[in-house]
């Protein structure tokens, strides 16, 4: 998922945006494949490794004409589907799972996943709904607007875990782990905040430092916190976020290997960049309020600014106003409809 973005700066890449050529491929050797999406930058990137006993670092999106572009990648590459011997995900959004069914169809590669999603998969959907139902109306949705959220979550949750299911994962990685794959070690870097169980994996290839970032460290945009979306825990979606960049910023990467936008080599000053935008949408969100919004639903309203849904930017609001009232700056109150009504301080 979603990969919808926020505060975006610079050209929105596109297919040409990306190392896509076989030919313009990395310094190291690592093979790129894009499979197409609907949404800016108009691609998600998966990585080959190869070696002997090749590395497939997320999987790309769901659906036919992606399981197409998984193929045709791989085949630029001079591979197929099945010489994949070890499939590394770093988190389980759509357009990272999506093509795990073709990859398990084809072959029997070994499954590495992030330890949370072992837990957050094992979810019972009629809880979910629940939770996110009354999250929803905190809030501030209402009508069709809360309808959608609660279905689009629990669609969600079934959707991936059909897409990944649990029971084809061979390696739950916890963060910290140096994971030994095939003929090489992957560090895993528990980096939450776009997702709750997200992972980046760091490793050597060709003597340089390289980071396997999946939705973090991105050059043309900060991925949209989207955590654990409305469930449960939104809450903490900023501090974990802002955690994952202290993990990742002094680790000396090299060469940034991430899901959406070109391959680069800026990885100090993205982890900076990204640091800034998270504190400049808090702010942004306490500005909001002094100037009158109360609902985290009105907060998403601005800051889509009618462009475009406020679907991805709610969950995101929904943690900035969580945390403006734990550091003291914004108060809330429950109105009688159930909603959670804020006062900036
Ligand atoms: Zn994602």
Redesign the pocket.
Known sequence: ???SETESEGPAGGRSGGDGSPSGGSATGVCRIECSVDWPPGHVAAYLIPGPEPILVDAGMAGERSRGELVDGLADYGHDLDDVDHLVL??P?V??VGGVPALLDAGDPTVYAPAGVRERFARDAADLEARVRENATRAGLAGDDHDHAVERAVDSLRRNRELLPPTAVDRWVEGGEAVEIGDRALEAIHTPG??AD?CCFSTTLDGERALLA??MVIALFR?VL?HVGFDDGFERAIEASAGALDRLAGRGIDRVYP?HGPVHGEFEDTVARDRERLERMVERTHGLLSAGATTAAAVADERAGGGRGIDYLLPESLSALAHLEATSRATSTIDGKGVRRFEAW
């Open positions: 998922m979603d990969a770093t988190h959004h357009d990272h776009h997702q997200h999946g939705d991925a989207l899901g």
